[in-house]
């Protein structure tokens, strides 16, 4: 039975492998290294974090409440109007003026 490759590796240019080729260390695997992606860098010093955060959370949260009104508000007042209009009507029902209006609709 053939030792696991990690127990046979451990660094260094031990031949493991197909072509017997070391593949490197963890998260190092060999190969050529990546070209084309550059990094930017500014030191804690001259960053400002809360730069424009006032303005933009601001004109951010007028953008996300007029996108959405549409969807919400009308349920909501269709809501409010029924829930209005049941209410005045059960204090209605239940007033002297509705019980003698409607006295005769109960039997």
Known sequence: ???SQ???GGGGDVPIGKFNKYLGGFGNFGGSKQKGIITYGISP?????FAGAVHDAFFNTWRRFSGQ???IAPPFLAAYFIMDWAIHRNEYLNSKAGRAEFADAEE
């Open 1 to 3: 039975m053939r030792p």
């Open 69 to 71: 009104v549409l969807y």
């Open 45 to 49: 010093n001259r960053q400002n974090p």
């Open 6 to 8: 990690i127990m046979r």
